[in-house]
């Protein structure tokens, strides 16, 4: 069974700068695709970036475009998500998915949020003005 473990999250003033960690465990991390999700108050989930299983090729919401980076790490079964110059409407609980299927598949639909079949219990990521 997949397990996801986010960490990183907090408060940072806007403009600022700040990590989040997806630690997999279960599965074969170096086949799987990632994507880190988020939520805030009154709204629907929404995507936000996904990194392919091989970590070569990466895909952001126009939205975060420049300022987010993800990236993933499989000697550390560890996906991250680096996002600078954070805006308050940025603020959310934020969740990484897991995407088992990426290479067996051959296909990554990194926007839908039904075909990742693993999640973190999310990290609550606040930016004030």
């Known amino acids: 069974q997949v397990q996801l473990v986010e960490s990183g999250g907090g408060l940072v003033q806007a403009g600022g700068s700040m990590k989040l960690a997806c630690v997999v465990s279960g599965g074969t991390f170096r086949t799987t695709g990632m994507g880190w999700f988020r939520q805030a108050p009154g709204k629907e989930r929404e995507w936000v970036a996904a990194v392919g299983w091989s970590g070569t090729t990466t895909y952001y919401q126009d939205s975060v475009k420049a300022r987010f980076t993800i990236s993933k790490d499989n000697t550390k079964n560890t996906a991250f998500l680096q996002m600078d110059r954070l805006k308050p409407e940025d603020t959310a609980v934020y969740y990484c998915?897991?995407?088992?299927?990426?290479?067996?598949?051959?296909?990554?639909?990194?926007?839908?949020?039904?075909?990742?079949?693993?999640w973190g219990q999310g990290t609550q990521v606040t930016v004030s003005s």
């Open positions: 998915a897991a995407y088992s299927q990426a290479l067996s598949s051959g296909t990554f639909y990194y926007r839908v949020a039904d075909k990742y079949d693993a």
